[in-house]
Every structure is written in structure tokens, then in C-alpha cells.
């Protein structure tokens, strides 16, 4: 298998990892079955829930998907209540970026220093917790931005330690050959979140009050504790020996990406996909100008709900590519495809087409999670997998933030047609480069 890489991108770094994913997997069917026939060929993959622990972690992301968008919404509209003002939402977001990307990069270390478990109890209940102060807050009628504010800190901080460690569980809980399946699963899960969360909140605010937005999270994080109470011990491999989570131990994470090309280029082309082609800052002054003779607040929701309704559908028919085995080459054609759409998009006077190429760019944004995802789990060893998720959050986090910018920029000074079609023929031009330069990534296969 020439990848470019070392072996221990491909395969458990030594014994003692594969004896430990099997241990840490529950018994089960295995993974091999006939060839799926009719429209089961097109279905998402369900193989890794006939792994018990997989299914509780997964399980359990189903509540709290939809469960974190309430609080999501609650607090930017109870900081506007509060203070009538869109900048102060802005400044809130802002708040808690901070400690999400510092405490992603030190909870990835974190997550490879100690038992995965039991840093995602200790997490999952912070963030329980978290959530029951913003419903204590409410509730009372304290009314102060600087609270909701530290505690939206706090709550990203708690999200930051907990986001690696719940990633790289998977690893240990399905077989190499189910991670595309199960990184399907979980972004399906997470994306119909984004969807179904904040109209459950539009519609829950006007019945039960804003406050109990914040009650129902905490209530849905119990379920994530319980769920995560009955996975098996993921104490680090190799022994007992301790581990540090210091600032040598993240420094060293970052020198395992820059070793190994095809994790380096796996999150190259996250941000080239989001911070050259995310055009969500333009979609307001695209609902006015361009599609508002189609209703200024049906064209602004229709293109925020497009994207990730198209990662939902291909979620839904991930069966047509999760079992797929040349995962490099997935990514790159998946960026390629969300630059094309992103350019069709930005191309397109009709609203409907335009929809129509924001709902394919959601595809293969969903293409793109599940086999960049795959290629963190599989091409990492275990001891480096916390910090390889905890660098991807942050980057998650950061790409649209960084394309919210340039392309905020870029729309003032060259109109938003202009930039959202520009942004996405660099997302093409780049990728393919990147592709053509370093074979690193279009030669990784499990």
C-alpha cells in the first residue's frame, strides 16, 4: 500500500492497539456481509451501531445534538433581549472562541494522557452543569451580559476538553474498515441538529419561555453522561506509564502533522474548502439584493438551512460512499465538488438554483467530514489521536470564522457574486494543486 507515509499512518502502531480495539469493541456481527442489493446500496452504512459501545456514544449524540442548539439559540437572543444589540451578540461568539480553540489543543493532550472515558464524564457533566447555571440565570432575571458571557466561556472550555476525547473514542470502539461508516453516522446526527435545533427552539420559545431552552440541554446531557458511564475503560496504550498534557506534549502534536503528509494535507484542504469557499457572511446581503424580489427573510433562510440540508441528505445515502477505501481521494474530489457548487452558487441569479448548488455543496461537505475524519482516526496512532482532534476542532471552529472575514471583505469591494464565485474557482484551483504537488493524500487507502 504506497501511501507515502510511514506504516503506523495505516494501520495500530504496535500490538498492544490492536489487542486493546478489540477489547475495547463489544461483541458483535462482523463487519463483512453480502453485497447490499437495491436501494439498500444506497442507505447509510449502519454497521458500527451493531457495536454496542459505539451505539451508546452514538445514541447519546442524538439527544444532545438537537439539545445544544437550543442553548445555541437561547443565549445570543437573551444577550439581544438583554441588550438590543447585534454587537454584543457578535462580542459573546467572540468570547467563546478563546477558550475553545486553547482548550481543544490541550484537551487533545489531555485526551492522550488519561482514560478517554473518564475525561468524557467529567466533561459531559461540566457542560450539564454549565447549562443548568444559564437556566438559573434565566430564570431569576439576573439580566447580566457579563455573565452569560463567563459562563459561555466556560461552556466552550468544558466543549474544547471534551470534543477530542469523544472523537478519539471511535477509534477504539469500530474496526479501521467502519470508521468512514461511523464518522457518517455522527455528522449525519450533528448536522440535522443544526436543522432541527433552532426551529424546535423558534418553536419552544413562544410555549415553555426562553429559559427552559437551557433546563432541556441539561437535562439531554444527563442521557450523554449515562451513555458515556456504560463505555468500556479507554486508558492510554502501551501501560500504566503517566503522561503529561503540558505545552511540550500539544508542541509535539503539531510536529506529528507536520511528519505526516497525509494528516498535514487532510487539514489543508478543511481550510481551503471553508476559509476560501464558506460564503454564509454574503448570504445577508444576497437575501436583499439579489433574491429579494423572492422575500428578503424566505431567500436569507432558505440559504442558511441549504447547506446543511445537503449534508443531512448525504448523510442519509452515505452507503453510496462509506465504504470506499481510497479515502484520500474522496477528500479531494469532495473539495473539488463544494468549490464547483460554491462557484455555481455564486453564479446563479435564481433562488432556487441557488439552493439547489448550496444543497450539492452540502454533500459534499458531508463527504468531505467523513473521510477527512476517517483519515484522523486511521492515520494516527492512538497516543497522537486526542491532539490530532483537538487541532481539528480548532480548525472546524476557525475556517468559517477566518472566510467570514475575507469574505465579508471581499463582498464590499467586489460585490458578493463577484467573491462567493471567486472564492469557490480558488477552493478548485487550490485543492487540485495541493493534490498535484504532494501525493501524499490522493495515495492514502485503508
Same mark, same amino acid.
Given at each position: &500500500?504506497d501511501t507515502g507515509?510511514s506504516?503506523?499512518?495505516?494501520?495500530? =502502531?504496535?500490538r498492544?492497539e490492536?489487542?486493546?480495539?478489540?477489547?475495547?469493541?463489544?461483541?458483535?456481527?462482523?463487519s463483512?456481509?453480502?453485497?447490499?442489493?437495491?436501494w439498500?446500496?444506497w442507505a &447509510?452504512?449502519?454497521?458500527p451501531?451493531?457495536?454496542?459501545a459505539?451505539?451508546?456514544l452514538w445514541?447519546?449524540?442524538? /439527544?444532545t445534538a438537537?439539545?445544544s442548539?437550543?442553548?445555541a439559540v437561547?443565549?445570543?437572543?437573551?444577550?439581544?433581549d438583554?441588550?438590543?444589540?447585534?454587537?454584543?451578540? !457578535?462580542?459573546?461568539?467572540?468570547?467563546g472562541l478563546l477558550?475553545l480553540?486553547?482548550?481543544a489543543?490541550w484537551g487533545g493532550a489531555?485526551a492522550?494522557?488519561? $482514560?478517554?472515558r473518564?475525561?468524557l464524564? *467529567?466533561?459531559?457533566?461540566?457542560?450539564?452543569?454549565t447549562?443548568?447555571?444559564?437556566?438559573?440565570?434565566?430564570?431569576t432575571?439576573f439580566?447580566? *451580559? !457579563?455573565?452569560? &458571557?463567563?459562563?459561555l466561556?466556560?461552556?466552550?472550555?468544558?466543549f474544547?476538553l471534551?470534543? +477530542?476525547?469523544r472523537?478519539a473514542?471511535?477509534?477504539r470502539l469500530?474496526?479501521a474498515?467502519?470508521?468512514?461508516?461511523?464518522?457518517a453516522l455522527? =455528522?449525519?446526527?450533528?448536522q440535522?441538529g443544526?436543522?432541527a %435545533? +433552532? #426551529? #424546535?427552539a423558534?418553536?419552544?420559545?413562544?410555549?415553555? !419561555?426562553? +429559559?427552559?431552552?437551557y433546563?432541556?440541554?441539561?437535562?439531554?446531557l444527563?442521557?450523554?453522561?449515562?451513555a458515556?458511564?456504560?463505555?468500556p475503560? #479507554?486508558p492510554?496504550?502501551?501501560?500504566?506509564a503517566?503522561r @503529561?498534557?503540558? #505545552?511540550?506534549e500539544i508542541a509535539?502534536g503539531f @510536529?506529528?502533522?507536520?511528519l505526516?503528509?497525509v494528516?498535514?494535507l487532510?487539514?489543508?484542504? $478543511?481550510v481551503v474548502? &471553508?476559509?476560501?469557499?464558506?460564503p454564509?457572511a454574503l448570504?445577508?446581503?444576497?437575501?436583499a439584493e439579489?433574491?429579494g =424580489?423572492?422575500g428578503?427573510?424566505l431567500?436569507l433562510g432558505?440559504l442558511?438551512?441549504?447547506i446543511?440540508?445537503?449534508a *443531512?441528505a448525504g448523510?442519509l445515502?452515505?452507503?453510496?460512499?462509506s465504504?470506499?477505501r481510497r479515502?484520500?481521494l474522496? /477528500?479531494?474530489?469532495? /473539495?473539488?465538488?463544494?468549490?464547483?457548487?460554491i462557484?455555481g452558487?455564486?453564479?446563479?441569479r435564481s433562488?432556487?438554483?441557488a439552493?439547489a448548488?448550496l444543497?450539492?455543496?452540502g454533500?459534499?461537505?458531508? /463527504? =468531505?467530514?467523513?473521510?477527512?475524519?476517517?483519515?484522523?482516526?486511521?492515520?494516527?496512532t492512538?497516543?497522537?489521536? %486526542?491532539?490530532m482532534? %483537538?487541532?481539528?476542532t480548532?480548525?472546524?471552529?476557525?475556517?468559517?470564522r477566518?472566510? $467570514?472575514?475575507?469574505? !465579508?471583505t471581499?463582498?464590499s469591494a467586489?460585490?458578493?457574486?463577484?467573491a462567493?464565485a471567486?472564492g469557490?474557482?480558488?477552493?478548485?484551483?487550490?485543492?487540485l494543486?495541493l493534490?498535484?504537488?504532494?501525493?501524499?493524500l490522493r495515495?492514502h487507502r485503508?
Amino acid at each position: &500500500m504506497d501511501t507515502g507515509e510511514s506504516s503506523t499512518d495505516q494501520q495500530p =502502531s504496535n500490538r498492544a492497539e490492536a489487542q486493546a480495539r478489540a477489547q475495547d469493541q463489544a461483541p458483535g456481527p462482523a463487519s463483512a456481509e453480502p453485497p447490499r442489493r437495491g436501494w439498500r446500496r444506497w442507505a &447509510m452504512d449502519t454497521r458500527p451501531l451493531r457495536r454496542p459501545a459505539y451505539r451508546r456514544l452514538w445514541t447519546s449524540t442524538i /439527544v444532545t445534538a438537537v439539545g445544544s442548539q437550543l442553548t445555541a439559540v437561547a443565549v445570543p437572543k437573551q444577550i439581544y433581549d438583554i441588550t438590543g444589540s447585534s454587537a454584543w451578540v !457578535g462580542y459573546a461568539s467572540l468570547a467563546g472562541l478563546l477558550p475553545l480553540v486553547v482548550f481543544a489543543l490541550w484537551g487533545g493532550a489531555v485526551a492522550d494522557s488519561v $482514560d478517554r472515558r473518564k475525561l468524557l464524564l *467529567v466533561t459531559n457533566s461540566g457542560i450539564a452543569v454549565t447549562s443548568l447555571l444559564f437556566w438559573v440565570q434565566a430564570v431569576t432575571g439576573f439580566e447580566s *451580559v !457579563g455573565v452569560l &458571557m463567563v459562563l459561555l466561556a466556560l461552556q466552550q472550555a468544558f466543549f474544547g476538553l471534551n470534543s +477530542p476525547a469523544r472523537t478519539a473514542s471511535i477509534a477504539r470502539l469500530v474496526p479501521a474498515e467502519e470508521l468512514a461508516a461511523a464518522n457518517a453516522l455522527g =455528522s449525519t446526527v450533528t448536522q440535522t441538529g443544526l436543522v432541527a %435545533g +433552532p #426551529l #424546535l427552539a423558534g418553536a419552544l420559545i413562544p410555549v415553555v !419561555g426562553l +429559559p427552559e431552552l437551557y433546563l432541556i440541554d441539561a437535562v439531554a446531557l444527563c442521557v450523554t453522561v449515562w451513555a458515556v458511564v456504560r463505555l468500556p475503560a #479507554l486508558p492510554p496504550l502501551g501501560g500504566p506509564a503517566v503522561r @503529561r498534557a503540558g #505545552l511540550r506534549e500539544i508542541a509535539a502534536g503539531f @510536529r506529528y502533522i507536520a511528519l505526516h503528509k497525509v494528516l498535514l494535507l487532510s487539514f489543508l484542504a $478543511d481550510v481551503v474548502a &471553508m476559509v476560501l469557499g464558506m460564503p454564509r457572511a454574503l448570504f445577508p446581503q444576497l437575501a436583499a439584493e439579489t433574491y429579494g =424580489s423572492y422575500g428578503e427573510g424566505l431567500a436569507l433562510g432558505l440559504l442558511f438551512a441549504a447547506i446543511p440540508v445537503g449534508a *443531512v441528505a448525504g448523510g442519509l445515502f452515505s452507503g453510496t460512499f462509506s465504504r470506499a477505501r481510497r479515502h484520500g481521494l474522496m /477528500v479531494i474530489g469532495a /473539495v473539488v465538488a463544494w468549490g464547483v457548487a460554491i462557484t455555481g452558487f455564486g453564479l446563479s441569479r435564481s433562488l432556487w438554483i441557488a439552493v439547489a448548488f448550496l444543497v450539492l455543496a452540502g454533500v459534499a461537505d458531508m /463527504v =468531505s467530514m467523513v473521510f477527512r475524519g476517517a483519515i484522523l482516526l486511521s492515520a494516527a496512532t492512538d497516543e497522537m489521536r %486526542g491532539r490530532m482532534q %483537538g487541532v481539528f476542532t480548532v480548525v472546524v471552529a476557525g475556517g468559517p470564522r477566518l472566510a $467570514d472575514v475575507l469574505h !465579508g471583505t471581499a463582498g464590499s469591494a467586489f460585490g458578493p457574486r463577484t467573491a462567493v464565485a471567486g472564492g469557490g474557482l480558488l477552493v478548485v484551483v487550490v485543492m487540485l494543486a495541493l493534490a498535484a504537488v504532494s501525493p501524499a493524500l490522493r495515495r492514502h487507502r485503508v
